[in-house]
């Protein structure tokens, strides 16, 4: 590919069948860049978005073998009014991805695309200005996603350098996110408001942020693990009880039980929560004669059994 580098912002590549293409450096490259990793570039390839045309080159570094984390261990709950909740009492959260300019052009944009869609009669072709249209609404569209992303990059980069263990909820989140449609014969209730959930699950990208944490924390020397989700939500993390009406509201939690009584935020509960079942997974192990592992009358059959470690996925360079 003959990679040179230019001056300190930009770069040249061979690209086949274009000539000498030059980019922005971006990132560091081994083999290239004075001071930088050790190892070797094996490839690239070409992306393409509504911003334009980027290179993502792939390499192979040389890395030792990463020492053990000696930080704390948190849980963190997911959700949608607090996208990040931490058993510390932390929350993460995002403005919107777009300006307020950007929202009122986007919306301007999707109600002229509509009545350039509308005028067009049935059959005939997209013409150069409906196209340009939608050409816009994707460049804000492709501007939000990647405020989005780079948010998470950063949020899920300073989670694995701080902790060695972070405890998530085991998730199906394609089952979460199914239709509530229905059937004709059986149409489903509430799909408007099972919509909207489902756009801001989506929005939120729960599934990228456990992805993104699991190979970076195993860069690191940590772990991600995954705990059955069952009742967090419901149960006080203090007294370890669950009763009825605890959860008041979707932010506010207020143990029912006369001899707690603790009031907080939900989502941090949930988190303490999370985290007290993966300190204590081995209070649930039971041995292969059905009897527990632990002195003393405790319960055999867990209703939240398992604590499992995530994956481990290796992201392209």
């Known amino acids: 590919m003959q990679i040179t580098r230019i001056n300190r912002r930009w770069g040249a590549v061979n690209v086949p069948k274009l000539g000498r293409v030059r980019f922005r450096w971006t990132k560091d490259l081994p083999g290239l860049t004075k001071g930088g990793p050790a190892g070797r570039i094996t490839g690239a390839r070409l992306v393409k978005d509504a911003h334009g045309w980027s290179i993502a080159f792939r390499t192979v570094l040389l890395v030792s ?3 053990p984390h000696a930080g704390p261990k948190v849980g963190m ?3 949608i009014a607090v996208p990040l909740a931490l058993s510390t009492g932390e929350h993460l959260r995002h403005g919107p991805w777009l300006s307020g300019g950007q929202r009122e052009r986007l919306l301007r944009l999707e109600r002229k695309s509509a009545r350039q869609r509308a005028a067009r009669g049935k059959g005939d072709p997209v013409s150069n200005r409906e196209r340009r249209t939608y050409d816009q609404i ?11 992303v780079d948010w998470q990059q950063q949020r899920t980069t300073d989670l694995a350098r701080r902790f060695s263990a972070i405890v998530v909820e ?3 989140i394609p089952a979460m996110m199914a239709s509530a449609s229905g059937t004709v014969q059986e149409p489903g209730r509430g799909v408007a408001q099972k919509w909207g959930l489902n756009r801001s699950i989506a929005g939120q990208a729960w599934g990228r942020t456990v992805e993104l944490l699991t190979y970076k924390a195993a860069d690191r020397g940590g772990l991600v693990a995954r705990v059955d989700p069952c009742g967090t939500s419901q149960e006080c ?3 370890h009880t669950t009763t009825k009406g ?3 509201r979707q932010s506010r939690f207020a143990c029912k039980d006369p001899a707690c009584g603790w009031i907080g ?3 941090t509960n949930a988190a ?3 985290l007290h079942r993966y300190n204590s997974a081995a209070a649930w192990a039971v041995t292969g004669r059905g009897d527990s592992a632990m002195a003393g009358p405790v319960k055999r059959q867990a209703s939240c059994p398992t604590v499992s470690p995530a994956p481990a996925l290796r992201a392209a360079a």
């Open 272 to 274: 303490r929560n999370l």
């Open 138 to 148: 994707a460049r804000l569209r492709a501007t939000a996603k990647r405020r989005a």
């Open 170 to 172: 085991d998730l199906n």
């Open 265 to 267: 935020n939900a989502d």
């Open 237 to 239: 993390h203090r007294c």
């Open 77 to 79: 709950d997911r959700g």
């Open 65 to 67: 073998a990463p020492v």
């Open 246 to 248: 605890s959860r008041e």
